[in-house]
């Protein structure tokens, strides 16, 4: 079997900083460089309407949002499948199927569900679709057959229900699906890209984030804005880079040629920390470095945008021929479900054969 990669985005706004060191930039490297297979990237809108079920013009309108941040960060629609979750029916089959397996406390000790169930204040009034969501995704991985899931650290352990589910309906029904692994971020930076307020993790609700389509003077706002020490109140006093969200971004994102190009009085980052630890270094002067690397990184990104927005119906094209692949291949491993479950009666010669004995005697 190969390998093969399963990964997506919910489309309720548009795509920023900490998805593209969470998993955009890396889905690019995956992507060029020959190791995988077969890549699908979803657009989860089916997902996404688990929470905005009374605002389904807002998804409407973050499709193409989500795809235009994908073409413009590199995704290759000739090198991978992108397509629409809510244009596979088949997914929704199988998570029926899975929810036999997955019982009621186990989804309630699930941290991620725990958390974004805070976040969203659904403490009282649970939506069950929000609730059941590692079923869903763990029906979105399985019916690719993805051998690994490309994600940030706080998807940990919807990975781990959905392999879970995996074993549990092998264990019942034979050898069928298959376990996928994480792929986690190679830079602990962008395990958790911080918001620009320093107080979360990016996130479009609450209003700390990059976005990639952001422009020049949209990031630049943002990062002179940023959260940094709030015990370095003047240039002489020594400052500290731990918690500090400017420092944060430059682990993410800074790389040694940086320097020569934008900043040669130092040679490494190393060199930059110690300057601002022990005193004598403003907090302007790092932020304007910090948004010159952004700006270079964002630039091509920007552009690229614009060239697939003079085209929309290509885009459209994209998407929809993405879907029907990507159903195709989802309705293989539904088949193999329901034979494996022995619900394929009308494909089963055998029990029609043994009926047909059985009642004539």
């Not at 929470?51 to 795809?67: G, L, M, S, T, Y």
């Not at 130092?266 to 304007?288: C, I, P, Q, T």
């Not at 003079?310 to 993405?322: S, T, Y």
Request: with cysteine; charged share 25%.
């Amino acid at each position: 079997m190969g390998k093969i990669i399963l990964t997506g985005d919910r489309p309720t706004g548009r795509l920023h900083l900490g998805h593209f060191v969470g998993s955009l930039r890396r889905r690019v490297e995956l992507q060029n460089s020959g190791l995988f297979d077969k890549i699908f990237i979803m657009i989860a809108d089916a997902q996404a309407l688990t929470d905005n079920a009374d605002n389904p013009e807002k998804i409407r309108q973050n499709i193409i949002e989500v795809a235009l941040d994908y073409l413009a960060c590199g995704i290759d629609p000739t090198k991978s499948t992108i397509f629409i979750q809510s244009q596979v029916a088949e997914l929704c089959e199988l998570a029926f199927y899975y929810m036999n397996l997955v019982t009621v406390s186990r989804l309630q000790r699930n941290p991620t569900v725990k958390t974004e169930i805070q976040m969203r204040n659904f403490e009282t009034s649970i939506p069950v679709g929000f609730f059941t969501y590692p079923i869903s995704q763990a029906s979105d991985i399985t019916a690719f057959r993805a051998t690994t899931v490309p994600a940030g650290e706080d998807q940990q352990p919807m990975i781990e229900q959905a392999r879970e589910i995996v074993r549990r309906f092998n264990g019942i029904y034979g050898d069928t699906l298959v376990e996928p692994e994480i792929l986690l971020p190679d830079n602990a930076a962008c395990m958790r890209l911080p918001g620009t307020d320093g107080k979360a993790k990016m996130s479009k609700s609450l209003g700390n984030c990059i976005y990639l389509s952001d422009t020049s003077e949209e990031v630049r706002k943002r990062v002179m804005s940023m959260y940094t020490d709030p015990d370095h109140i003047r240039v002489e006093d020594p400052g500290k880079v731990e918690g500090n969200t400017v420092f944060t971004y430059l682990d993410a994102f800074c790389r040694p040629e940086h320097f020569a190009q934008y900043w040669p009085d130092y040679s490494s980052l190393d060199e930059l920390k110690a300057h601002y630890m022990r005193g004598g270094l403003g907090d302007v002067k790092v932020k304007k470095f910090l948004y010159a690397i952004l700006e270079e990184l964002l630039t091509p990104i920007r552009e690229r945008r614009k060239e697939w927005e003079k085209d929309i119906p290509a885009v459209f094209d994209i998407l929809k021929r993405g879907s029907e692949a990507a159903r195709e291949v989802a309705a293989s491993t539904l088949a193999d479900v329901r034979r494996a479950m022995r619900i394929d009666y009308f494909d089963d010669a055998e029990l029609i054969a043994e009926q047909s004995r059985k009642f004539q005697g």
